[in-house]
Structure formats: C-alpha cells, structure tokens
T-cell receptor
C-alpha cells in the first residue's frame, strides 16, 4: 500500500530564516505530488504541484519554491521566511487518472516568530 | 476565480441523528468531487468521492451530486461522537490544471 511521509511535524523559525520541508511517497511510482497550505481561518490553498521529476507548477506567487529531485520526493523551500508564511503545510499525492482523489501526509505546522 | 462554498458552522447534531453537510461550487466544468474529514490538528482524510449525478453510499456516508445546481452534499447516518470534525468539500475543475479547490469546511459537532 502507498504511504506518504512528511517531516518535520512541527517547526518554529525566525523571520528571515530559510525553510526546507520534505515529503516522500512509498509504494507507488510516478505520482502527482502537491503542496498545500492551510492558514488559520482559511481553506487549503494549493501552492505547487508536480507531474514528474523536475516539473513544477506554481499556483500562487510568493516567496516559496518547490523542487522534485526524485520521482517520489517533493521539497518545499524558502530563502527568507515571512510572518505570513505561518500555517499548516500539507503534502499530497495522487496516482492514476486525473480524477482520482488526493491523499495527504500528516503535515508540518510552521510557526514564524 | 473558482470557488467552493460551505457553511462554516458549527453544525450541532444529536448522536444517532442524520448530519447533512452542503457545498456549492462555481466552476460548471468541474468533474470530480470529494469529501474529506479533518480532525483538529490533523491532516484531511478522504471520506467519499463522487463523479456523476445522484447518490453514492458507503457505510453510514452518502454523497449526493447535482451538477445542474452545482451542489454537493454529504449525509452521515447514525451520527457518532467520533464523527465530530471539520468536513472539507473539494472540487477538481474541468480545466487542464491539476490540484483541488477546497471549501473552508463545516465544523460538525455530534452531541452525546
């Protein structure tokens, strides 16, 4: 069966510091991968998605970036965090056809001080 | 802009009753519809998927889709306290872009 791992579970970072969140999927090949952010009082917002190695689509302009160095690895990064980057970051994967559901990892709760 | 609207609640339902959760969406070309359950502090968990008009049942859960009215609902029969959570409606639009558009969720409270 497929599993998705995200780490770390929680992170506290000062404003202006860099960020790297990692997500890996097991038990499937060539998954579609996604990064979402859920801010307090707001819905899940799609940040990036990837259909393959090195292929990244950005949905929202911001100071975040994403990379997919390996088939089942998806990384979310920032060079300089802002206070507004606080939130619950969720990685998700989808296999098969375009209409299949997405499945989420456990998430990373990021607090910016 | 594609939107998914849900009543934020809280929706309070007595234990054993039917909980009814509703969702409307703006993109008429949407093809796939999902309900996720999210417990406080946890990640969303898929409950139901529905793709065509009508009802789809899975255990105590029934999803209903009406594309003409751009309306999706989730019924939970014999509600249990463990059903207390936020329920997120998610829609996959018909365009080429990937990713889901989520509503802000309905907070459901099942009263023992």
């Amino acid at each position: 069966s497929q599993t998705i791992h995200q780490w770390p579970a929680t992170l506290v970072q000062p404003v202006g510091s860099p960020l790297s969140l990692e997500c890996t999927v097991e038990g499937t090949s060539n998954p579609n991968l996604y990064w979402y952010r859920q801010a307090a009082g707001r819905g899940l917002q799609l940040l990036f998605y990837s259909v393959g190695i090195g292929q990244i689509s950005s949905e929202v302009p911001q100071n975040l970036s994403a990379s997919r160095p390996q088939d089942r690895q998806f990384i979310l990064s920032s060079k300089k965090l802002l206070l507004s980057d606080s939130g619950f970051y969720l990685c998700a994967w989808r296999g098969g056809t375009l209409n299949q559901p997405q499945h989420f990892g456990d998430g990373t709760r990021l607090s910016i001080l | 802009q594609k939107e998914v609207e849900q009543n934020s609640g809280p929706l309070s339902v007595p234990e054993g009753a039917i909980a009814s959760l509703n969702c409307t969406y703006s993109d008429r070309g949407s093809q796939s519809f999902f309900w996720y359950r999210q417990y406080s502090g946890k990640s969303p968990e898929l409950i139901m998927s529905i793709y065509s008009n009508g009802d789809k049942e899975d255990g105590r859960f029934t999803a209903q889709l009406n594309k003409a009215s751009q309306y999706v609902s989730l019924l939970i029969r014999d509600s249990q306290p463990s059903d207390s959570a936020t329920y997120l409606c998610a829609v996959k639009s018909g365009g080429g872009a990937d990713g889901l558009t989520f509503g802000k969720g309905t907070h459901l409270i099942i009263q023992p």
